[in-house]
Protein backbone atom coordinates (compact mmCIF):
# COMPACT_ATOMS: atom_id res chain seq x y z
CA UNK A 1 0.00 0.00 0.00
CA UNK A 2 1.89 3.37 -1.14
CA UNK A 3 1.98 5.90 1.92
CA UNK A 4 3.35 9.33 1.48
CA UNK A 5 4.01 10.74 5.03
CA UNK A 6 4.74 15.16 5.01
CA UNK A 7 6.13 16.56 7.49
CA UNK A 8 8.13 20.15 8.63
CA UNK A 9 5.23 22.94 7.77
CA UNK A 10 5.05 25.18 10.26
CA UNK A 11 4.49 29.11 10.87
CA UNK A 12 7.48 31.07 9.72
CA UNK A 13 8.40 35.01 9.52
CA UNK A 14 8.70 36.35 5.84
CA UNK A 15 11.80 35.84 4.88
CA UNK A 16 12.32 32.90 6.66
CA UNK A 17 13.07 29.10 6.12
CA UNK A 18 12.01 25.92 6.14
CA UNK A 19 12.23 21.76 4.60
CA UNK A 20 9.22 19.60 4.01
CA UNK A 21 9.72 15.97 3.88
CA UNK A 22 7.70 12.92 2.39
CA UNK A 23 8.26 10.05 3.35
CA UNK A 24 7.46 7.07 1.06
CA UNK A 25 6.75 3.81 1.55
CA UNK A 26 5.04 0.57 -0.19
CA UNK A 27 6.07 1.20 -3.38
CA UNK A 28 10.01 1.12 -5.31
CA UNK A 29 10.46 4.74 -4.23
CA UNK A 30 13.65 5.07 -6.29
CA UNK A 31 12.16 4.09 -9.66
CA UNK A 32 9.59 6.94 -9.38
CA UNK A 33 9.70 10.86 -10.05
CA UNK A 34 8.61 12.74 -7.15
CA UNK A 35 6.30 16.24 -6.98
CA UNK A 36 5.15 18.79 -4.58
CA UNK A 37 1.76 20.73 -4.98
CA UNK A 38 0.28 23.44 -2.66
CA UNK A 39 -3.14 24.84 -2.30
CA UNK A 40 -3.49 28.26 -0.61
CA UNK A 41 -7.10 29.15 0.54
CA UNK A 42 -9.50 29.76 -2.35
CA UNK A 43 -7.26 28.82 -4.73
CA UNK A 44 -6.65 25.70 -6.60
CA UNK A 45 -3.94 23.18 -6.21
CA UNK A 46 -0.36 24.37 -8.04
CA UNK A 47 2.40 22.31 -8.84
CA UNK A 48 5.60 23.54 -7.60
CA UNK A 49 8.36 21.32 -8.65
CA UNK A 50 9.06 17.87 -9.61
CA UNK A 51 12.24 15.41 -9.24
CA UNK A 52 13.33 12.64 -11.50
CA UNK A 53 13.75 9.24 -10.25
CA UNK A 54 17.68 8.80 -9.80
CA UNK A 55 17.24 13.44 -8.95
CA UNK A 56 18.81 14.37 -11.98
CA UNK A 57 16.43 16.02 -13.38
CA UNK A 58 14.53 19.09 -11.32
CA UNK A 59 11.36 21.10 -12.58
CA UNK A 60 10.39 24.00 -10.93
CA UNK A 61 7.22 26.31 -11.62
CA UNK A 62 8.36 29.94 -11.65
CA UNK A 63 6.81 31.38 -8.85
CA UNK A 64 9.52 29.41 -6.61
CA UNK A 65 12.53 29.01 -8.76
CA UNK A 66 15.40 30.33 -7.18
CA UNK A 67 13.54 30.55 -3.80
CA UNK A 68 12.69 26.31 -3.61
CA UNK A 69 14.85 23.13 -3.75
CA UNK A 70 13.68 19.75 -4.15
CA UNK A 71 15.56 17.08 -3.30
CA UNK A 72 15.63 13.40 -2.60
CA UNK A 73 17.64 10.54 -0.82
CA UNK A 74 16.68 7.17 -1.84
CA UNK A 75 18.13 5.34 0.65
CA UNK A 76 15.86 7.20 3.01
CA UNK A 77 12.57 6.86 0.62
CA UNK A 78 11.94 10.73 0.89
CA UNK A 79 11.75 13.90 -1.21
CA UNK A 80 12.70 17.13 0.78
CA UNK A 81 11.73 20.75 -0.35
CA UNK A 82 13.43 23.15 1.08
CA UNK A 83 12.03 26.63 1.07
CA UNK A 84 14.00 30.10 1.33
CA UNK A 85 13.20 33.54 1.18
CA UNK A 86 9.61 32.55 1.98
CA UNK A 87 6.99 35.37 1.28
CA UNK A 88 3.09 35.51 2.33
CA UNK A 89 1.81 34.01 -1.04
CA UNK A 90 3.90 31.06 -0.01
CA UNK A 91 1.14 30.09 2.43
CA UNK A 92 -0.69 27.11 1.47
CA UNK A 93 -0.99 23.51 2.22
CA UNK A 94 2.02 21.52 0.69
CA UNK A 95 1.51 17.94 -0.44
CA UNK A 96 3.60 15.27 -1.93
CA UNK A 97 2.05 12.82 -4.97
CA UNK A 98 3.20 10.16 -7.24
CA UNK A 99 1.93 8.43 -10.22
CA UNK A 100 2.46 4.35 -9.06
CA UNK A 101 1.85 1.70 -11.72
CA UNK A 102 -1.06 4.44 -13.37
CA UNK A 103 -2.33 5.37 -9.62
CA UNK A 104 -2.39 9.12 -8.36
CA UNK A 105 -1.22 9.22 -4.13
CA UNK A 106 -1.35 12.12 -2.44
CA UNK A 107 0.37 12.67 0.75
CA UNK A 108 -1.69 14.49 3.73
CA UNK A 109 -0.62 17.67 3.09
CA UNK A 110 1.58 20.05 5.62
CA UNK A 111 0.29 23.63 6.37
CA UNK A 112 3.08 26.34 5.55
CA UNK A 113 2.02 29.82 6.79
CA UNK A 114 4.12 32.75 6.38
CA UNK A 115 3.19 35.48 8.84
CA UNK A 116 4.86 38.01 10.76
Known amino acids: QVQLVVSGGGLVQPGGALRLSCAASGFTFSSYSMKWYRQAPGKEREWVAS????????NYADSVKDRITISRDNAQKTVFLKMNSLKSEDTAVYYC?????????WGQGTQVTVSS
Open 97 to 105: NVVQLGRLH
Open 51 to 58: ISDNGGST
